[in-house]
């Protein structure tokens, strides 16, 4: 691989470029997914619960 | 080099540093601000930071030049920056560190440690150990910056020591963390690009990746390769040495190892995870911080290797060996300057100076600050028992004062071949003294005072053990165990005295943290479980977050079909 055929380097290549690959990726997925986890919203408990009163009320239970 | 135009290149460089030196001090108005930016630092600046910060001098310079002789077998070292020094940095220890940060209202590393287990002694314990330990490190890429500039520029180190401390004092001292942070995003950006250019261009000219790579194979078995490295085990550059061997214990253990897991546990940027809003914040830091750490770790370690095929093809020599036809004396630390100035255009040698000085200067002003903010907040005011609010900033300025003073005197009295050393004492003190309490502080609630207290001491009384009576390098330096026992190491000449003291310091750190934290009681055990709760409650904000989003496309997609969700 790359011309080089020392089965140790080989894997550190696979992992180095793996492990940038995968941090990118999951930078690109985890994009917006998360949301505005703020100080406040981790805080209270209200927003917790308001947030699920919220989605019922908006989506009318399970779907 | 022509003065007329590095002088003007640099002059403008200075001045934007010196511009967002000035919006960090405008931006800062209280401690929170000069310590963490205020938690409110854009995702893409933290992991420029970060990454600016982890990469130093020693490491394009003298790492690079250490892969000339090692070969690339090295590569472990970026695969492991990456995989622990970011994403299991970021996505594991950065996303808990942040929430429990913000429930403890701690602002330091050692803060954190102390709040979290509800200890002042944990706190002050840990600055003091920062204070007295960092600055060796500090030192180490102080000189190492001064040496780049005496050697390229003829500037006189003790100039060139003062133009870093003095450059990096001015922002660091105004603007604090935020100071820290926007130079910090210039410099990585600048490092970058040169990485990169750097890395394309030598294999350019070594006529392609898998060209350039068999050519560096054959070489390791014709004549200029070292016979040295193979009596201590090498396979040649481009495979890793003999399992077990001296050289073996020497990448893997020291370098590797030490380095590459090492990192998750380093002040200066473990304080980083803190100075972001939100998690989304660290999501997004882990795109540009695999792309930075891919390209400007990997790049020395791929260029001094391939550096020989290089000197070979036009001298007839190994990169070493070039070195030593230049001055006389062979000294890997040349390997990569003499390559950029012989093998890459002209212009690139002044890119390359703002490379190497952005490089010094990143990690510089974040250890300045860590140290600054170890002595005043996690020290003085904790144990005066001063409100850190009320002076917070001044005091902390008057702390990074005292760490800018003491790492230039040690700077002009430590001799130039302990560089090397001093950073490896400083990373192993750090990973042996503080990974294992930090991460159980992170994930297992069942972690207590006496518990987290055991396993910083154990692991740093073993790792300094190491380094006195174990590991012959750094013990040849203090000479005790010599003068004891007329070896450099109590293993005498055998293997042992190549493997790295955090071989040993971890797994005694790990235990007594863990059988010490059984044998006693969690004392704070509310906080412990508010810290965990709000960890869990994230997760399920998260997990209820995304199911929003999926239900408001799932909403919209169904609505323009015109059927009932």
Not at chain 1, 18 to 37: F, P, R
Not at chain 2, 469 to 491: D, P, Y
Request: overall charge positive; glycine content about 10%.
């Amino acid at each position: 691989m790359f011309g080089i055929s020392d089965a140790s380097v080989i894997i550190a290549i696979i992992i180095l470029i793996g492990s940038a690959l995968t941090s990118i990726i999951y930078g690109i997925v985890k994009w917006n997914s998360e949301g505005e986890i703020t100080k406040e919203q981790l805080l209270e408990e209200e927003i917790w619960e308001n947030e699920e009163s919220l989605i019922d009320k908006e989506l009318g239970g399970d779907l | 080099m022509s003065f007329e135009i590095l002088i003007p290149v640099v002059i403008i460089y200075l001045g934007i540093i010196g511009f967002l030196g000035i919006k960090g001090y405008k931006g800062t108005k209280n401690s929170s601000d000069y310590l963490l930016g205020g938690r409110n630092i854009n995702p893409f600046v933290m992991a420029l930071s970060y990454g600016a910060t982890f990469i130093s001098t020693s490491a394009i310079v003298g790492f690079g030049g250490i892969a000339s002789q090692f070969g690339l077998s090295l590569l472990w070292l970026p695969a492991l920056n990456i995989l622990f020094g970011i994403f299991i940095a970021f996505i594991f220890y950065g996303k808990r560190t942040r929430a429990m940060g913000l429930h403890l209202e701690s602002h330091t590393f050692p803060e954190f440690l102390g709040k979290r287990v509800n200890s002042k002694f944990v706190q002050v314990f840990t600055g003091v150990i920062i204070f007295l330990s960092m600055p060796l490190y500090t030192a180490a890429v102080l000189i190492g910056g001064a040496k780049i500039l005496e050697g390229l520029l003829n500037v006189p180190f003790e100039y060139s020591v003062a133009f870093f401390s003095i450059l990096v004092a001015i922002y660091v001292i105004m603007g604090g963390i935020k100071g820290v942070m926007y130079t910090d995003a210039l410099q990585g950006v600048l490092m970058f690009l040169g990485m990169l250019f750097l890395l394309v261009a030598t294999y350019v000219k070594l006529g392609g990746i898998s060209s350039s790579h068999q050519q560096l194979a054959e070489l390791s078995q014709s004549e200029i390769f070292p016979q040295g490295l193979k009596a201590l085990g090498s396979n040649g550059w481009t495979a890793s040495p003999e399992l077990g061997s001296p050289l073996w214990w020497i990448i893997f253990s020291s370098l590797v190892f030490g380095v590459g897991i090492g990192v998750l546990a380093q002040p200066q940027l473990c304080v980083r995870y803190m100075t972001v809003r939100s998690n989304k914040e660290l999501n997004r830091a882990v795109i540009i911080g695999g792309i930075f750490i891919l390209i400007t770790v990997a790049t020395p370690y791929i260029v001094g290797a391939l550096s020989n095929v290089y000197f070979y093809n036009e001298q007839g020599l190994s990169a070493v060996q070039a070195t030593a036809a230049i001055n006389g004396k062979a000294n890997v630390d040349e390997v990569i300057p003499l390559f950029i100035s012989t093998a890459m255009p002209k212009w690139f040698g002044y890119a390359f100076m703002l490379v190497i000085i952005s490089a010094a200067m990143s990690t510089l002003s974040s250890q300045f600050h860590a140290i600054g903010t170890a002595i005043s907040r996690d020290v003085y005011s904790a144990i005066s028992k001063r409100s850190h609010d009320k002076y917070g900033v001044l005091i902390s300025r008057i702390g990074v004062i005292i760490s800018i003073l003491i790492t230039v005197i040690l700077s002009f009295n430590m001799g130039s071949g302990i560089i090397a050393r001093a950073t490896a004492i400083f990373f192993g003190i750090m990973a042996s003294g503080f990974l294992a309490p930090y991460t159980a502080a992170l994930f297992w609630k069942r972690l207590t005072r006496v518990g987290m207290i055991a396993g910083m001491i154990s692991g740093i009384a073993v790792v300094c053990f190491g380094f006195l009576f174990l590991h012959s390098k750094e013990a040849a330096v203090f000479g005790i165990c010599r003068a004891i026992t007329g070896e450099n190491s109590l293993f005498g000449t055998s293997v042992g005295q190549f493997i790295d003291p955090l071989v040993f310091a971890l797994p005694v750190s790990t235990l007594s943290t863990i059988i010490f934290s059984l044998m006693t009681q969690v004392e704070n055990k509310n906080t412990v479980d508010e810290c965990f709760a709000l960890v869990k409650k994230q997760k399920r904000l998260i997990k209820k977050s995304n199911q929003k989003t999926l239900n408001k496309i799932k909403f919209k997609f169904f609505s323009k079909k015109g059927k009932k969700l």
